[in-house]
Each structure stands twice: as C-alpha cells, then as structure tokens.
Nanobody, 121 residues
Framework: QLQASGGGLVQAGGSLRLSCAAS????????INWFRQAPGKERDFVAG????????YYADSVKGRFTISRDNAKNTVYLQMNSLKPEDTAVYYC????????????????WGQGTLVTVSS
C-alpha cells in the first residue's frame, strides 16, 4: 500500500517535498515512479528511481528542478520540487511494481491515492 503526501498550495518559484510511504517488507525491491495528472489531461511520468536508489530519471519538463530520492529504511520515496511553475499544478501519484525506466502508466500495478499540488502565479 502506498500513501502519497506533502501536496499543497505554493507560489511560483517556491518548493514542496512530496513523500510516498509504503507498507510491507518488500519496498526496497521495487522501483518507484512519480506521475502527475493535471485537470483534463492524461497522467504523465515525472520521475523514477531504482530499487536501491542509485539510478534516477526524469521527464524533460522537470529535469534540473525536481529530485527523486528514497530511504529504504523508512520505506519512503521523496520528490523534492523546486522552482515550481503554474504548469506543475496537478495531482501527483507514486507508483510501484513496474520496471525501472518505464514511463508508461499501464505497467505500474500499485498506486498511491495522489496528493494535489497547486502552484499559483
């Protein structure tokens, strides 16, 4: 089970840190992705991290502004979001159980409930 948190309202240029907490002993075996879905749009890939945390990858739209990390001892993955823009406004979801490197939503079987990020201009 995945639980995303940390969303909120922030002004453009501000920062937020999202958390994705997982239950279960096998968390460290899973790669984790963050996706986001803006109103009226499809759910898109944001960032991903390998099971051990040594490899990461990002959507071009967030590269250099967002950082994904994980603490397997705490069963938690983080998404540090800096220099936020109004176009980052979306519900952010974490997902597990897929394979590292995939940006497709249909290969990730386990999803958190989503946390809303709103960036005002």
């Amino acid at each position: 089970q995945l639980q995303a948190s940390g969303g909120g309202l922030v002004q453009a240029g501000g920062s937020l840190r999202l958390s994705c907490a997982a239950s279960g002993r096998t968390f460290s075996a899973y790669a984790i992705n963050w996706f986001r879905q803006a109103p009226g749009k499809e759910r898109d890939f944001v960032a991903g991290i390998s099971s051990g945390g040594g490899s990461t990858y990002y959507a071009d739209s967030v590269k250099g502004r967002f950082t994904i990390s994980r603490d397997n001892a705490k069963n938690t993955v983080y998404l540090q979001m800096n220099s936020l823009k109004p176009e980052d406004t979306a519900v952010y979801y974490c997902a597990a159980g897929g394979y590292y490197g995939s940006r497709r939503t249909d290969v990730w079987p386990y999803w958190g409930q989503g946390t809303l990020v709103t960036v005002s201009s």
